[in-house]
């Protein structure tokens, strides 16, 4: 084979010496003004191609010698394989294929991996996880988003003596406390925390024609604390920050999921299947209490239409698709 | 001053502000010969098996990439050559990830926890990690087979990188500008390049130039800013409450307003960072020599200003596919406008200690390098 151009460098000074590089039987030739030099392939590190960048050869007395023509070293090297990741860099119609595929997994990853990595977490963590994640979430929405309720006393000692029922027929692991809270953003609300505490908005209340319409977001929301979606949906995020830090190559970025729960919590980005998980518990467990799950179907349709549900943030707007949820609610076979 | 005459004169005279080289001092230009179309290959085909791999192979797309840019930047014909070894850095990334987990964890449980390492561990091991992870970098770059090196001790990166931040964060930024001054010249006098020292003759006074010059933009738009939340009537209301109360009751016309005052601010703000950005790269290279030759850098605000936006709608607008173009781009630019000065030969630099003593140059002394990826 003709010698390919080629720098040798000795390892101990900067001098660059042009030689002509020559493999042959199973060995490298280096030869130029001085220097003739023989080493076993075996010897060599030679490094893996990079697109059309020079090419280093390792050499065991510890100089290295630089080749440009990375076609030439290709072929003179032609038993060694060419680097695998190369191959894919460099030719078009792999290149799309690689898009294409880039596409259609990362969009698999985040739209099915990450909530099933993220139940598999969640459920092998003990339920103390979920109390203490965001233990002061609660007390910090306090602080920002509430104000003290404006029921009459008979009214809330009704509905705690109901709601402390339904609780202790729903057997959830985590204590649960409900708190009554107005609020003018959140408008007619139902939040249910990891930590156990579920407020029920005044409007909420208010827009309830019967307090077995209550009973039913209150199966709901026990049915988030249930299947523990807080912590799932913090791990989530976590996962896809975590994700989007090493895709772009910032590790810098991996604190970003040290996000604060509270927001995560308020802007309420529970998936349709959570909301399907938690309808479902509702399910089950109204029809144990007896309840028809026809009340909450009404309450959603009329938090729907009837304009209760102004603000932003109210409870639908956190709530995808309501039809389909009323349809599942009052579906009978 | 004469800038004619013994290699000596040269090496230590100063170029007057404003006047070019004498055409008698050679300057050697830094080339780049990497393109979009190239790039993209390797950037896309890192992310897909990025992902394939659950991030396993983020250490390998790192290595490449980086190899990638480093092989296209050339001095005199050569070019720069980046040596980690993937496992090394995967081996790194799993520790940093490990930590960080362990952290977020423990703090959503205990939020004492984040305390406790804000102020007693972080202060304690950031010095040794950032002098682990410049030792990381320096040493796993060579230009003509000699490895950099980073000689810097953890007491003195102690003292740049935790007291100097803290003294920043207690002045509220005045002394920002020393801090950066002094991270720097810590960084560039403790490189090495084979055994040769870099050295550092910038004075501070030139760091707190260009961000006051920042800070006077940033004041500039804030004044900008307040324009439109006064016509809007919206002032009184803005000094009671939070940005955030008040921009939920706004309404109409003031609600327009008050995101015109945002963006007046956000544009403000952006061409601080790309002014510091370019004043603070400039000043940098051209203070740093090597020996008897020194660098120049001459990156243009307004030209940089035009890449990063440009570059940044063409991501946005490409959802972005042209991520690699656009790193392209900037390495072309910024790269092309380096120079090395001076008449000294590149060839008679000796190899350091380490290197000697590593026959193969596998193993460079430390077991776990970490690479943070700062």
């Given at each position: 084979?003709?010698?390919?151009?080629?720098?040798?460098?000795?390892?101990?000074?900067?001098?660059?010496?042009?030689?002509?590089?020559?493999?042959?039987?199973?060995?490298?030739?280096?030869?130029?003004?001085?220097?003739?030099?023989?080493?076993?392939?075996?010897?060599?590190?030679?490094?893996?191609?990079?697109?059309?960048?020079?090419?280093?050869?390792?050499?065991?007395?510890?100089?290295?010698?630089?080749?440009?023509?990375?076609?030439?070293?290709?072929?003179?090297?032609?038993?060694?394989?060419?680097?695998?990741?190369?191959?894919?860099?460099?030719?078009?119609?792999?290149?799309?294929?690689?898009?294409?595929?880039?596409?259609?997994?990362?969009?698999?990853?985040?739209?099915?991996?990450?909530?099933?990595?993220?139940?598999?977490?969640?459920?092998?963590?003990?339920?103390?996880?979920?109390?203490?994640?965001?233990?002061?979430?609660?007390?910090?929405?306090?602080?920002?988003?509430?104000?003290?309720?404006?029921?009459?006393?008979?009214?809330?000692?009704?509905?705690?003596?109901?709601?402390?029922?339904?609780?202790?027929?729903?057997?959830?692991?985590?204590?649960?406390?409900?708190?009554?809270?107005?609020?003018?953003?959140?408008?007619a609300?139902?939040?249910?925390?990891?930590?156990?505490?579920?407020?029920?908005?005044?409007?909420?209340?208010?827009a309830?024609?019967?307090?077995?319409?209550?009973?039913?977001?209150?199966?709901?929301?026990?049915?988030?604390?249930?299947?523990?979606?807080?912590?799932?949906?913090?791990?989530?995020?976590?996962?896809?920050?975590?994700?989007?830090?090493?895709?772009?190559?910032?590790?810098?970025?991996?604190?970003?999921?040290?996000?604060?729960?509270?927001?995560?919590?308020?802007?309420?980005?529970?998936?349709?299947?959570?909301?399907?998980?938690?309808?479902?518990?509702?399910?089950?467990?109204?029809?144990?209490?007896?309840?028809?799950?026809?009340?909450?179907a009404d309450l959603l349709l009329r938090l729907e239409g009837g304009g209760e549900d102004e603000?932003?943030?109210g409870y639908l707007s956190?709530h995808p698709a309501t039809a389909?949820r009323i349809?599942?609610?009052?579906?009978?076979? | 001053?004469?800038?004619?005459?013994?290699?000596?004169?040269?090496?230590?005279?100063?170029?007057?502000?404003?006047?070019?080289?004498?055409?008698?001092?050679?300057?050697?230009?830094?080339?780049?010969?990497?393109?979009?179309?190239?790039?993209?290959?390797?950037?896309?085909?890192?992310?897909?098996?990025?992902?394939?791999?659950?991030?396993?192979?983020?250490?390998?797309?790192?290595?490449?990439?980086?190899?990638?840019?480093?092989?296209?930047?050339?001095?005199?014909?050569?070019?720069?050559?980046?040596?980690?070894?993937?496992?090394?850095?995967?081996?790194?990334?799993?520790?940093?990830?490990?930590?960080?987990?362990?952290?977020?964890?423990?703090?959503?449980?205990?939020?004492?926890?984040?305390?406790?390492?804000?102020?007693?561990?972080?202060?304690?091991?950031?010095?040794?990690?950032?002098?682990?992870?410049?030792?990381?970098?320096?040493?796993?770059?060579?230009?003509?087979?000699?490895?950099?090196?980073?000689?810097?001790?953890?007491?003195?990166?102690?003292?740049?990188?935790?007291?100097?931040?803290?003294?920043?964060?207690?002045?509220?930024?005045?002394?920002?500008?020393?801090?950066?001054?002094?991270?720097?010249?810590?960084?560039?006098?403790?490189?090495?390049?084979?055994?040769?020292?870099?050295?550092?003759?910038?004075?501070?006074?030139?760091?707190?130039?260009?961000?006051?010059?920042?800070?006077?933009?940033?004041?500039?738009?804030?004044?900008?800013?307040?324009?439109?939340?006064?016509?809007?009537?919206?002032?009184?209301?803005?000094?009671?409450?939070?940005?955030?109360?008040?921009?939920?009751?706004?309404?109409?016309?003031?609600?327009?307003?008050?995101?015109?005052?945002?963006?007046?601010?956000?544009?403000?703000?952006?061409?601080?960072?790309?002014?510091?950005?370019?004043?603070?790269?400039?000043?940098?290279?051209?203070?740093?020599?090597?020996?008897?030759?020194?660098?120049?850098?001459?990156?243009?605000?307004?030209?940089?200003?035009?890449?990063?936006?440009?570059?940044?709608?063409?991501?946005?607008?490409?959802?972005?596919?042209?991520?690699?173009?656009?790193?392209?781009?900037?390495?072309?630019?910024?790269?092309?406008?380096?120079?090395?000065?001076?008449?000294?030969?590149?060839?008679?630099?000796?190899?350091?200690?380490?290197?000697?003593?590593?026959?193969?140059?596998?193993?460079?002394?430390?077991?776990?390098?970490?690479?943070?990826?700062?």
């Amino acid at each position: 084979m003709t010698p390919l151009q080629a720098t040798y460098y000795d390892g101990r000074t900067s001098r660059a010496h042009p030689v002509a590089a020559a493999v042959g039987g199973d060995r490298l030739r280096l030869q130029g003004e001085g220097i003739d030099l023989d080493y076993a392939l075996g010897a060599l590190a030679v490094a893996p191609r990079v697109a059309n960048t020079p090419r280093r050869i390792g050499l065991p007395d510890g100089g290295a010698c630089e080749v440009a023509d990375n076609d030439g070293l290709d072929r003179a090297l032609a038993g060694r394989r060419a680097g695998f990741a190369y191959r894919l860099e460099s030719r078009p119609a792999l290149i799309l294929a690689a898009l294409l595929l880039t596409i259609g997994f990362g969009w698999g990853l985040i739209e099915y991996g990450v909530p099933w990595a993220a139940r598999v977490i969640a459920f092998s963590l003990p339920r103390d996880v979920d109390r203490e994640l965001g233990r002061g979430a609660a007390d910090t929405l306090d602080e920002w988003l509430f104000e003290a309720p404006a029921m009459s006393e008979e009214r809330f000692a009704a509905l705690n003596q109901r709601f402390g029922e339904v609780v202790k027929a729903a057997r959830v692991d985590t204590p649960v406390e409900i708190r009554f809270r107005s609020s003018a953003t959140l408008g007619a609300n139902a939040i249910a925390f990891p930590s156990g505490i579920i407020v029920f908005t005044d409007e909420m209340v208010d827009a309830a024609a019967n307090d077995d319409e209550l009973v039913g977001v209150l199966a709901h929301e026990l049915g988030h604390i249930h299947h523990r979606h807080g912590l799932r949906a913090w791990l989530q995020s976590s996962v896809t920050a975590l994700a989007v830090a090493l895709l772009t190559g910032d590790a810098t970025s991996v604190t970003a999921f040290a996000a604060a729960l509270p927001a995560v919590l308020v802007e309420a980005k529970f998936s349709r299947e959570f909301e399907a998980e938690a309808d479902d518990y509702a399910l089950g467990l109204l029809t144990e209490l007896e309840v028809s799950p026809q009340h909450l179907a009404d309450l959603l349709l009329r938090l729907e239409g009837g304009g209760e549900d102004e603000s932003v943030l109210g409870y639908l707007s956190s709530h995808p698709a309501t039809a389909e949820r009323i349809e599942q609610l009052t579906y009978r076979p | 001053m004469t800038l004619e005459g013994s290699i000596g004169e040269v090496a230590t005279a100063r170029r007057p502000i404003g006047r070019p080289w004498p055409a008698s001092v050679p300057a050697r230009p830094f080339t780049f010969s990497g393109r979009a179309p190239e790039y993209f290959g390797i950037w896309i085909v890192n992310i897909l098996l990025t992902i394939v791999t659950l991030g396993i192979y983020s250490a390998w797309a790192k290595v490449r990439t980086k190899q990638y840019f480093y092989g296209n930047t050339r001095l005199d014909g050569t070019p720069l050559h980046y040596l980690a070894r993937p496992l090394t850095i995967l081996k790194g990334r799993i520790v940093v990830l490990v930590a960080f987990g362990a952290w977020a964890a423990i703090s959503q449980i205990y939020p004492e926890f984040d305390l406790l390492m804000l102020f007693l561990v972080l202060p304690a091991v950031t010095p040794w990690i950032v002098v682990r992870a410049l030792r990381f970098t320096t040493r796993n770059t060579s230009w003509r087979h000699l490895r950099f090196d980073f000689a810097g001790s953890s007491r003195k990166a102690f003292g740049v990188y935790v007291l100097l931040w803290a003294a920043a964060i207690l002045t509220l930024g005045l002394l920002h500008p020393y801090g950066v001054y002094r991270r720097t010249r810590y960084r560039v006098e403790n490189l090495r390049y084979g055994e040769t020292p870099f050295t550092f003759d910038a004075a501070a006074r030139a760091f707190n130039r260009a961000y006051l010059v920042a800070a006077a933009i940033i004041l500039a738009s804030l004044l900008a800013a307040a324009v439109p939340v006064v016509v809007s009537g919206a002032a009184p209301a803005l000094l009671e409450n939070t940005a955030e109360e008040t921009s939920w009751r706004l309404a109409g016309t003031d609600a327009i307003l008050f995101l015109l005052a945002v963006l007046l601010l956000v544009i403000g703000v952006a061409l601080a960072f790309v002014h510091v950005g370019v004043a603070v790269a400039n000043l940098t290279w051209n203070h740093t020599r090597i020996g008897d030759l020194r660098f120049r850098l001459e990156l243009s605000f307004p030209r940089m200003l035009w890449i990063r936006l440009s570059n940044l709608a063409a991501i946005a607008l490409s959802l972005g596919l042209m991520i690699p173009w656009a790193r392209v781009r900037v390495a072309r630019y910024q790269v092309s406008r380096l120079q090395l000065i001076g008449a000294g030969a590149l060839d008679r630099f000796l190899a350091g200690e380490v290197q000697r003593q590593g026959a193969t140059g596998a193993e460079m002394g430390e077991a776990l390098e970490l690479d943070l990826g700062l």
